[in-house]
C-alpha cells in the first residue's frame, strides 16, 4: 500500500487491539504492545510514524518514561486513546505524552466507540484531534474505513476531556437505570450531565461547541445507554446493592470514571466550579451516601437559572 504506516499500538487491552485491527485491516504495518512483552524490540525494529497509546489512565506516565529511552524519528506522531485524569497533576494523556515528548506532534483520539461493538464491524465514528493539522489527517487516514468513520477537529483539549468527563455522568446514568427512575429522570441527568461538562471545559481551555459533537455528547450518548459501557455497569450495579470493590473485580477492564471523578473533585475545588451530578457520584463511590440520598440530593438543591450565561439581551 502506497500509503501504508508503521503504527505501534501499546495496550492490547480492548481498546488497543480494536484500534489494532483497524489500522490493519487498512494495509498499515501494525504491531501491538502489552506489557508482558519487552519494548524495545518493537519499538527499535520497526522505525514507527505512529505510536498509539491505549493504556488505562493508571500506567500511561510509566509507559511514556520508558518510550522516552529509545530513539525515535522525530516526525513520529503520538496518538492518545486513554480517557482519564492523572490524579493530584490532574494531567490530561495528551499533556503527558506532549511533555514527555515536546518536539512531536501529539493527536487525541476519541469518540462514541464502544469498543465490543466496532470488533463486531459495526458502524462506528471517532474525532482525531491535534494543534497540528497534517499530523490529525495522517491519522485519519490510518484509521478511517467503511465502518470506522474519522473526523478531524482542532481542539485536542475539548475532545480529550469530553471522552473523559463523560464516564462519570455514565456511572450516574447507570445508577439512574439500576433505580428505574425513568426516561424523563436520564435525559434530565444526561442534559445536566453535559452541562457540567461544558463547565469544566471551558475552564480548562476546551472550545464549548467540540462537547456537541461526537466526542462530547455523542460519547455521552453511547455510554450513559449501553450495558456495554463498563462505567455505566459500575453505576447500574451500585444501585443494585454491590459493593464498588465487589463491582471493579467483575468488570472486564477498565473503568476509569471512578478515578476521574476524585480528580475532578480536586480541579472543582480548585477552581470552584459547581459540579454537583459528579459531586454525588463522588460521595456514593466513596460510600458516604446511598444512590437514593444522591437522588434527593441533587433534586433538592435550591432552584436556579436553567443557563449560567443566557445573553443578556434574552434575558428578562
Ligand atoms: N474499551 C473501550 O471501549 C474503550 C473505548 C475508547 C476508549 N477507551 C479507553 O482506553 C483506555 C484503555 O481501555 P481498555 O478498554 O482497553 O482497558 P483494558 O483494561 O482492557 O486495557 C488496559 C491496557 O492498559 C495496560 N496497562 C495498564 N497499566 C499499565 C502499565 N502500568 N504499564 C503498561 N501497561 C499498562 C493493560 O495491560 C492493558 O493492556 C481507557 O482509558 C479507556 O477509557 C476504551
Ligand atoms: O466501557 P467504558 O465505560 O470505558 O466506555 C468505553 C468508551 O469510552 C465508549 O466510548
Same mark, same amino acid.
Request: glycine letters at 8%; one cysteine or more; charged letters at 15%.
Given at each position: ?90 494531567y490530561t494523556p495528551s499533556q503527558i ?31 482525531v484531534a491535534s494543534k497540528n493539522a ?57 442534559? +445536566?450531565? %453535559?452541562? @457540567? ?9 476546551? *472550545? =464549548? $461547541?467540540?462537547? #456537541?459533537? &461526537? ?39 477498565t473503568a476509569e470514571g471512578v478515578n476521574?471523578? +476524585?480528580? %475532578?473533585? @480536586? ?9 454537583? *451530578? =459528579? $459531586?454525588?457520584? #463522588?460521595? &456514593? ?32
Amino acid at each position: 500500500m502506497p500509503n501504508s504506516k508503521s503504527v505501534v499500538i501499546l495496550g492490547a487491552g480492548a481498546w488497543g487491539t480494536t484500534l489494532a485491527k483497524l489500522a490493519a485491516i487498512n494495509g498499515n504495518q501494525v504491531h501491538l504492545w502489552s506489557r508482558q512483552e519487552p519494548l524495545e524490540k518493537i519499538l527499535e525494529n520497526n522505525n514507527p510514524q505512529i505510536i498509539l497509546s491505549a493504556i488505562s489512565m493508571k500506567g500511561v506516565r510509566d509507559v511514556a518514561s520508558i518510550v522516552q529511552s529509545f530513539p525515535l524519528a522525530p516526525q513520529t506522531i503520538f496518538v492518545t486513546a486513554t480517557k482519564g485524569l492523572e490524579p493530584h497533576t490532574t494531567y490530561t494523556p495528551s499533556q503527558i505524552w506532549q511533555a514527555a515528548f515536546p518536539n512531536h506532534p501529539v493527536v487525541v483520539l476519541s469518540g462514541p466507540n464502544l469498543s465490543q461493538e466496532i470488533a463486531q464491524d459495526l458502524p462506528s465514528a471517532t474525532v482525531v484531534a491535534s494543534k497540528n493539522a497534517n499530523a490529525a489527517q495522517s491519522v485519519q487516514l490510518v484509521f478511517s474505513s467503511h465502518r470506522f468513520r474519522v473526523y478531524t477537529n482542532p481542539d485536542p483539549v475539548g475532545v480529550e476531556l469530553g471522552g473523559t468527563l463523560k464516564n462519570v455522568i455514565a456511572i450516574a446514568a447507570g445508577i439512574c437505570d439500576g433505580l428505574h427512575l425513568g426516561t424523563n429522570a436520564k435525559a434530565a441527568l444526561v442534559t +445536566r450531565g %453535559l452541562t @457540567e461538562m461544558v463547565r469544566i471545559g471551558k475552564n480548562l481551555g476546551a *472550545i =464549548t $461547541e467540540t462537547f #456537541y459533537g &461526537l466526542s462530547g455528547l455523542g460519547d455521552l450518548l453511547a455510554t450513559c445507554n449501553s450495558p456495554l459501557s463498563r462505567n455505566y455497569q459500575v453505576g447500574y450495579q451500585l444501585a443494585n446493592g454491590k459493593m464498588l470493590e465487589e463491582v471493579l473485580a467483575s468488570l472486564p477492564g477498565t473503568a476509569e470514571g471512578v478515578n476521574t471523578c +476524585r480528580v %475532578l473533585m @480536586e480541579i472543582a475545588k480548585q477552581r470552584s466550579i459547581p459540579i454537583p *451530578i =459528579t $459531586e454525588q457520584v #463522588y460521595q &456514593l463511590l466513596a460510600g458516604q451516601v446511598t444512590p437514593r440520598v444522591a437522588l434527593d440530593k441533587l433534586m433538592l438543591r435550591n432552584i436556579k437559572p436553567e443557563f449560567d450565561d443566557f445573553p443578556r439581551e434574552q434575558m428578562w
